[in-house]
């Protein structure tokens, strides 16, 4: 498998990244690279066996259902770009 | 042509737990803005989600009342897109391993009972609040919400019509509730739907293209919606057009449906399991605990009032459809399990109509379950007929005191004492032969007439059934 141009600066653009045409060509470039390794995995026997969700063979912890934050809003907001009437604001957007 | 609508839902339910799914902030509706945001509902550097066991347990709970497969071992995976609204990015959901696989769901619509498939249920986070008219140049975020813990309830593409849609909805909607997982409240947001919507010519077995209808908030522009929907496409299609696959958006106020486009170019969301959290497993044991602790479902809530109280079909649903009306109609049984079907009238007729008219709901009755059951008991031992109860109910709801100080207070008991109803009987027939005559010579139609007539003079009091008895009695 390798990714065209054209599917790099798709993945580019869903991840808000912009690259210039000559990053655009080295992304690729690696990219491809890294699949072409990963690819050799494809040698290996995989029926039967479960796919691995995490590379620790452990379960995860649950927390009890008790509120324990306080109210630290201010504190957030003053490292915020802008804030108004207790929001954060951000450039409009329409939907 | 003719043409077959298929629906699919996507409901959306919020958990009721205190706090977040993955952080102890409180989910409390209604709060100043941001003031319930913490760091990881922030998705500030060097946060960890950390999931919490009840928001495990009520989707557990769910699955078992569905009768869904629970996945004992199922994954968090980051479902990834930009909106100002989802701070880190991406949305923490299940994607390859839910935790409810396939359940089903009964529904009755127009007396036919039809099964909806349920795909799966699963759990994920909700995102923040954007607000786009505070300010003119910016858009406004409220992240309160961010990090509530969210069920997302996918059907099969079962259903037929905006109706079944509606009925199914409600039923999930009513489940919920019974089982005490998502308080249900659509205005706040709790419980929200979205319709995939398609046609295609009736006979064919090949679904059309669907669209994704969003941000419809009541039971009623549900139906509204997916009609226009259908409408829109049947148009398109008739014209020789075609669908196209895309997310619309209702907008009730201008009631039309229109295209979110800068939904579409997002629709990648590039899902993998998320390395902060490790794979969920729910023993055996926790399974047990959670089903031991169901309670009564709706169904089986349903063919127990059918079995036990000689319900009809029809009156055991309508009372089951909703929790808080069974509970109401249970707690009138206390002691009273033999009226059970008068009760049953009342409940469904006097009293919904009296709450219909007021815009109340059943549990801000202005008269008790107790306070009616005590008024059904004096119409089943015969104090005062139906049609006088009427009246004490009014009084009832009036505030006028319960059903036995009313029926004292205005002297409303009913006349049982035979010798007082045949002087009655015998004043009617007397004050009135012509209509004797009309009777004895066939006119057996009459015979409400003299009723009438002898109910009037006392005041609706007479017990129908003796003076039924007593005039054919007296009139043959």
Known sequence: MSLSEQQVSQIAYLARLSLSDSELKDNTKDLNAILGLAEQLGAIETDGIEPMAHPLHMTQRLRADVVTEVDQSELFQSIAPNVGNHHYLVPTVIE | MEWETVIGLEIHAQLSTKSKIFSSASTLFGQAPNSQACAVDLGLPGVLPVLNVEAVNKAIKFGLAVGAHINQRNIFDRKNYFYPDLPKGYQISQMDIPIVGEGEIEITVDGEVKIVGITRAHLEEDAGKSVHDMFNEYTAVDLNRAGTPLLEIVSEPDMRSAKEAVTYAKKIHSLLQYIGICDGNMQEGSFRCDANVSIRPIGQEELGTRAELKNINSFKFLERAINLEVERQQDILEEGGSVAQETRLYDAVKHETRSMRSKEEANDYRYFPDPDLLPVEISNELMA???????????????????????????????????SLADYFEATLEDNEKNAKLCANWVMGELSALLNKNQLEIDQSLVSPQALSLLVTRIGDDTISGKIAKDVFKAMWEGEGSADEIIKSKGLKQMTDTGEIEAIVDDTIANNTAQVEQFKSGNEKILGFFVGQAMKATQGKANPKLLNELLRKKLS
């Open chain 2, 289 to 323: 605990s959670i089903k031991a602790s169901l309670p009564e479902l709706p169904v089986e809530k349903k063919a127990r009032f059918i079995a036990q109280l000689g319900l009809n079909e029809y009156d055991a649903d309508v009372l089951t459809s909703q929790k």
